[in-house]
Each structure stands twice: as C-alpha cells, then as structure tokens.
C-alpha cells in the first residue's frame, strides 16, 4: 500500500517570494509521482509528473518538483510566485505496475497555497 | 480536443435515494477511474475501469458501482445514500492507467 504525506496544510506567502510545498510518501514498491492543482469549484489538473530520469522535473507555468528517493520526497517549489497560484496543491503517487494497487493513485490531504499581494 | 467531462455540475438528493453520475473520457483514453473528495480531503479512489470491466477497487461498499460502455464513457452509481456520501466525485481518464486526467467533478449533497 501507498501513503503520502503533506507537511503543510496551509502555506501563506506574498506575491513574488518563493515557496515550497513538501510531500513525502511511502510504499513498499517503486511509485510515479505527481503534483495536481485543484483551483476554487473546480476538478484537478496535472501539473507536473515524475515517470523516470531527471530527478528535477518542471511545469510550463515555474513549478519544479524533485524527486528523493532516499528521503522518499517529492517537494515543489517556485521561485517567484504570482496571485494566480493561489489554489489547493495535491501530491499524488502510484504504483509502477501490478499488485493490488495498480492504477490507483493515493493522494495527500492537500496543502492550501495563498498567495498575498 | 475535448477534455474529461462529466455530468451533472451538482446534484442534490435525499438519503436513502439512489443517485447515477457520468462521465466521458479524453479522446484516445480507454480507462476511467472515479474518486470520491469529501470537503477539506484529498480524493480517495472507487474504482477503476477498462475493457468495460472493473479492474481496481478501493475501500468502498457495495453500494457504490459502476459501469463503462464500448465508447470508454462511464457511470458511477451509489445506492441507498447517507449523509457521508456528500462529496465532489471526480473522474480521470486515462491511456496508460497512471497519467490520469481529472473532470471538473460533480458535487453531490445528500440531505
């Protein structure tokens, strides 16, 4: 079975500071790891994956995750944010193939990012 | 290209009723999962669908079931509703099973 943990349920920051959102996760096989957004009424949209390769994955919009396998991490960061990243922010894994839990993807409880102008 | 959609936006409905959500997949997807996001929560997985058979399944009871038709469109139906089933219900498409593309969600109410 897979967890993951969000360090931070709510995270405030002003407008063009950095910010990190931390995730950590568990499982006892070898997961993908992804990072959703889910703006106010609405559904969840990819915005970033980690599938294989470059530990250090980026988005088209400055978000960058980097996988640790040692430390079982996966934290996204931005340099400079913007009041349009204000939104809930979901790390999500899933297993790589077979087993009981294949297809389903396990989520954190979510990390609220406000971002103050 | 059209995205994940699915229907109804809300729904309210009062316990004991039975309730039926939809949902179709982004073009070239053959597999459906739907996941159920109580307020303030994460979503947690239902069930997963491909070739029109269920495939995975969460910690869910019986009276949440499913369907998906030739087309890789799907239903998600829930039986005998509480008050606990209030929720966004999401569906996510997929090609591969692990990159899956959400749905804007149907927000059901049970009073």
């Known amino acids: 079975a897979q967890s993951v943990t969000q360090l931070d349920s709510q995270v405030p920051v002003f407008e063009e500071a950095p910010v990190e959102l931390r995730c950590n996760y568990s499982?006892?096989?070898?997961?993908?790891l992804f990072w959703y957004v889910q703006y106010p009424n609405q559904g969840l949209q990819l915005l970033l994956k980690?599938?294989?390769?470059?530990?250090l994955v980026e988005s088209i919009n400055g978000f960058e995750a980097e996988f640790n396998k040692s430390q079982t991490s996966f934290h996204l960061r931005k340099p400079s944010v913007h009041i349009s990243d204000t939104a809930e922010y979901f790390c999500?894994?899933?297993?790589?193939?077979?087993?009981?839990?294949?297809?389903?993807?396990?989520f954190g409880q979510g990390t609220i990012l406000t971002v103050h102008p | 290209d059209a995205g994940v959609t699915q229907s109804p936006t809300h729904l309210i409905k009062t316990r004991g009723q039975q309730v039926t959500l939809r949902c179709s997949p982004k073009?070239?997807?053959?597999?459906v999962s739907w996941y159920q996001q109580a307020l303030g929560q994460g979503p947690q997985f239902i069930f997963q669908?491909?070739?029109?058979?269920?495939?995975q399944r969460g910690n869910f009871p019986d009276r949440f079931s499913g369907h998906q038709f030739p087309n890789y469109s799907s239903e998600l139906n829930v039986n005998a509703l509480l008050l606990g089933d209030s929720a966004l219900y999401l569906c996510?498409?997929?090609?591969?099973?692990?990159?899956?593309?959400f749905g804007p969600g149907t927000r059901l109410t049970v009073t």
């Open positions: 996510a498409s997929s090609r591969n099973s692990y990159e899956q593309y």
């Open positions: 499982s006892s096989v070898s997961v993908y």
């Open positions: 980690y599938l294989s390769g470059s530990t």
């Open positions: 999500a894994v899933i297993p790589r193939a077979g087993g009981t839990s294949y297809g389903k993807l396990t």
């Open positions: 073009s070239g997807h053959d597999t």
């Open positions: 669908y491909y070739e029109e058979e269920e495939r």
